[in-house]
Nanobody, 122 residues
Framework: VQLQASGGGLVQAGGSLRLSCTASGRTFSSYATAWFRQAPGKEREFVAD????????YYAESVRGRFTISRDNARSTLYLQMNNLKPEDTAVYYC????????????????WGQGTLVTVSS
């Protein structure tokens, strides 16, 4: 499956952004999907994961209560609604898809999008 992330940009602290990730190729609804992020000079870190049908979600502690992951299988699209953004949320955000059960670690994901940059100013 091919993934294309979009929706990044520059926002002030306390603001909101919604990221989208559009899938093509293999059946999107067959895969659980997730968002990761990578800040400059840091390793890629897990943000949120959602099951293939959207019934189960899983968040990193640093974003729980501020970010919401969702998906629309009819549109083959994954979303990340980000509210109350903080400067430490600045990173390149990547969407990813997994066919297996290993969620929350980068090695568990089989397909990756190209990333979209989110910059939060203080």
């Amino acid at each position: 499956v091919q993934l294309q992330a979009s929706g990044g940009g520059l926002v002030q602290a306390g603001g909101s952004l919604r990221l989208s990730c559009t899938a093509s190729g293999r059946t999107f609804s067959s895969y659980a999907t997730a968002w990761f992020r990578q800040a400059p000079g840091k390793e890629r870190e897990f943000v949120a994961d959602i099951s293939s049908r959207g019934g189960t979600t899983y968040y990193a502690e640093s974003v729980r209560g501020r970010f919401t992951i969702s998906r629309d299988n009819a549109r083959s699209t994954l979303y990340l609604q980000m509210n109350n953004l903080k400067p430490e949320d600045t990173a390149v955000y990547y969407c990813a898809a997994r066919g297996g059960l290993r969620a929350g670690v980068a090695a568990g994901y089989d397909y990756w999008g190209q990333g979209t940059l989110v910059t939060v100013s203080s």
